[in-house]
C-alpha cells in the first residue's frame, strides 16, 4: 500500500531553474528502509485506520446504491432465472442418462 504523496513544491513559472531537491528525492528502497528502521512494521500502517474510517461510508453507499439499482432492473432474476434453466438442463440430461 502506498501513501498520497505530499505535495511538492515546484519551481515559478519562467525561472529557468529547478531546485535540487526536487531533483535528487531518495529512492523507494530508501525511504522504505528508513521508516523500517524508525518504526518497524508498525510505521507502514501508520494513518490507515483513519483511510478506512474515511473511505467505509464511501463503498458503502456505492455498493447499496448498486445492489438497489440491480434490484430495480429485476437483475437478479435474470440470474436465478439462468441459474434454474442451467439446472433444469442438467436434471433432464441426467433423467436421459438415467432412463438409459
Do not use: W
Amino acid at each position: 500500500m502506498m501513501a498520497h504523496p505530499y505535495p511538492i513544491p515546484y519551481p515559478l513559472p519562467g525561472s529557468g531553474s529547478i531546485p535540487a531537491n526536487i531533483m535528487k528525492r531518495p529512492s523507494f528502497c530508501f525511504v522504505a528502509r528508513q521508516i523500517y528502521i524508525r518504526d518497524g512494521l508498525v510505521g507502514f500502517f501508520r494513518g490507515l485506520g483513519p483511510c478506512f474510517l474515511r473511505t467505509f461510508p464511501v463503498n458503502a453507499s456505492a455498493l447499496f446504491v448498486y445492489e438497489e439499482i440491480m434490484r430495480a432492473l429485476g437483475a437478479e432474476k435474470v440470474f436465478c432465472n439462468m441459474l434454474n434453466h442451467v439446472n433444469l438442463h442438467m436434471l433432464t440430461a441426467l433423467q436421459r442418462h438415467a432412463a438409459k
